[in-house]
C-alpha cells in the first residue's frame, strides 16, 4: 500500500510505479493500486505546482501578442480604440460585455478575466 507524498523522492518513487501499472484492468489489485497512486500524485501536485491565474489584463496582453494583434483588432471586438487603451493601462474595468466578447473571440477562460485587478 501507498503513503502519503511528501517529498520530491516520494513523487518520483510514485510516478514511476504508476508507469509501471498504467495499463491495470479495473477491479484488480494494480487497478486499485493504479487508482489510489493517481489520487495521491494528484494531491501532491496540486499542493506543490499551484500556478496563479496571471490578471486578465496580462492574460489579454498574452494573447494579444501570440496572435500578432494590435490594440486595433482589439477594438474591433471590445470598441473603440480609446477604451481599449484605458482597459491596457487598468483605466477602465472590464465589462461583462467586454469578458463575453474577450472570452467568445480570443477564448481567454472566464475565470482569468473576471478576476480583480
Do not use: C, W
Amino acid at each position: 500500500m501507498h503513503s502519503l507524498i511528501r517529498t520530491e523522492e516520494d513523487y518520483k518513487s510514485a510516478t514511476e510505479r504508476l508507469e509501471m501499472i498504467f495499463d491495470a484492468q479495473k477491479n484488480t489489485p494494480e487497478g486499485d493500486e493504479l487508482e489510489l497512486l493517481s489520487v495521491l500524485i494528484e494531491h501532491y501536485e496540486k499542493q506543490r505546482f499551484t500556478i496563479d491565474s496571471p490578471d486578465p489584463i496580462a492574460a489579454i496582453q498574452f494573447r494579444m501578442e501570440q496572435l500578432n494583434m494590435r490594440p486595433t483588432d482589439l477594438a474591433e471586438i471590445i470598441g473603440y480604440k480609446s477604451r481599449v487603451s484605458e482597459i491596457l493601462s487598468k483605466k477602465r474595468k472590464l465589462s461583462l460585455t467586454m469578458i463575453r466578447k474577450l472570452h467568445n473571440s480570443l477564448h481567454i477562460p472566464m475565470e482569468v478575466l473576471v478576476q480583480e485587478y
